[in-house]
């Protein structure tokens, strides 16, 4: 053979050796990758699924300054997920991360419990609760933002703004408001203790847990003697909650009164900590005939709008007064601030409360779930109400009454401390 011949036949079989290996090469690597994703257990795949649902849908796509892929692969290499509950605890670390009171693991029991109070019903002592803000920012505890007319806290007087220090002998200085909720909801019958500052004072109450009915809607006619040119026939709507009936239960109550031929509406939204989120803009559209209700931000700014035409609107035509305090939060923040900037109707009262973040409660294959923080809002006039609240046009007497029968008595007598001209009231 000649000596080229010799170097032809020898790169040919080395050719022929380097195709061989890197096709070995090849299929281990398939062979490992698919290894690797068959060796995925349940717990494995359950978290995973809590990892998506982060991924996708929370607000700060920086994940708090992390890799989140590279936290994921990290959790799944060094996190035991032997278990449910150590897998339930992985989920829980992860969200740890992002630094956010409001993103958090509810297991299927209380995912349960969180349906079942959007829905009309919950079992505890009727407290809506929050971190402190604003003033309250400094104070060690919880917050009071409202409790509910009838509920245990109503009736021992627990009001807006009280401190929550201690539930059960365990100071709530470092405890999350989740976990202060477990705490005070129960069995029927059950009694829990709780520790609360009102002011200087401090009270120890032991109060007994009874099923809480969350109607949202109470309304009534008020009739004020002598003012036949100025809004004689008021009705009055107390909206106390967004849950699945409050814009049909609106819808009701504005039905009602008209069939009584009022002249103006009242809509009271002192004390309601919020809900449901579509709930709140289905109810501005009820009252408004066009316009932006509510802008959804993300880091980036505005990712969406929610507007309307006018088609579900049934009241925009009678003067409307909107009364507010420190413990109107959430999705009650945004209907006030609708109403306000498109100068459909007159707020009285307080700054709300400030919470002008959106969650989102996402299901998981197993039956429990994330409440996820997607957006954060701005009001019509782009104001970011975040721990600042919406300020309303005009304040209140202090000695504004809360309940609908004592309201009607601020319009009727002039004498009274709380009472309102029923002209001011609806007056820019």
């Not at 010799?6 to 990758?33: D, G, Q």
């Not at 079992?123 to 104070?139: F, K, M, R, V």
């Not at 060690?140 to 933002?145: F, K, N, P, Y």
């Not at 600042?388 to 202090?398: E, K, R, S, T, Y």
């Amino acid at each position: 053979m000649s000596h080229s011949d010799k170097i032809r036949r020898h790169a040919s079989v080395v050719f022929v050796r380097l195709v061989a290996a890197m096709l070995l090469v090849t299929s281990v690597s398939i062979a490992a990758s698919n290894t690797l994703s068959w060796a995925l257990s349940e717990e494995n795949l359950l978290f995973l699924e809590a990892w998506r649902t982060i991924d996708r849908a929370y607000i700060d796509k920086t994940f708090n300054g992390q890799s989140w892929f590279r936290y994921r692969e990290n959790a799944l290499r060094n996190e035991p997920m032997n278990n449910r509950e150590e897998t339930y605890m992985a989920i829980k670390k992860m969200l740890a991360t992002l630094d956010d009171p409001f993103t958090r693991f509810l297991e299927p029991e209380k995912f349960k419990n969180l349906k079942s109070g959007t829905q009309g019903a919950l079992t505890g002592i009727g407290l809506a609760i929050g971190y402190p803000t604003g003033s309250e920012g400094s104070q060690a505890g919880l917050v009071v933002i409202s409790a509910a007319p009838g509920g245990p806290a109503y009736q021992a007087g627990i009001l807006s703004g009280d401190i929550i220090l201690e539930i059960d002998n365990t100071s709530t200085e470092s405890m999350s408001i989740y976990d202060a909720a477990e705490r005070l909801q129960g069995a029927e019958g059950s009694s829990v203790e709780i520790t609360i500052q009102t002011g200087p004072e401090i009270k120890h109450l032991a109060l007994t847990r009874e099923k809480v009915s969350l109607n949202p809607v109470k309304s009534r006619l008020c009739e004020i003697p002598g003012s036949e040119k100025n809004y004689p026939r008021i009705g009055y709507i107390k909206l106390t909650s967004f849950n699945q009936k409050a814009s049909a239960a609106v819808k009701e109550a504005i039905d009602t009164l008209r069939r009584n031929r009022v002249n103006a509406f009242v809509l009271d939204l002192r004390d309601n900590s919020g809900g449901l989120f579509p709930e709140g803009i289905e109810t501005a559209k009820i009252w408004l005939d066009k316009g932006v209700i509510v802008y959804i931000c993300d880091n980036r700014g505005v990712r969406d709008i929610y507007d309307t035409d006018g088609v579900p609107a049934i009241a925009v035509s009678e003067p409307l007064a909107v009364l507010v305090n420190k413990g109107t939060a959430s999705a009650s923040e945004i209907l006030a601030g609708a109403l306000k900037d498109n100068k459909r109707a007159v707020l009285f009262g307080e700054p709300t409360y400030g919470k002008g973040k959106i969650q989102s409660v996402f299901q998981l294959s197993d039956g429990s779930g994330l409440a996820v923080t997607v957006a954060r809002y701005e009001t019509p006039a782009h104001n970011d109400i975040d721990k600042i609240g919406v300020i309303p046009d005009h304040p209140l007497p202090n000695s504004f009454p809360k309940d609908e029968d004592a309201f009607c008595g601020c319009l009727q007598d002039s004498g009274s401390a709380c009472y309102v001209n029923n002209v001011q009231l609806f007056s820019r």
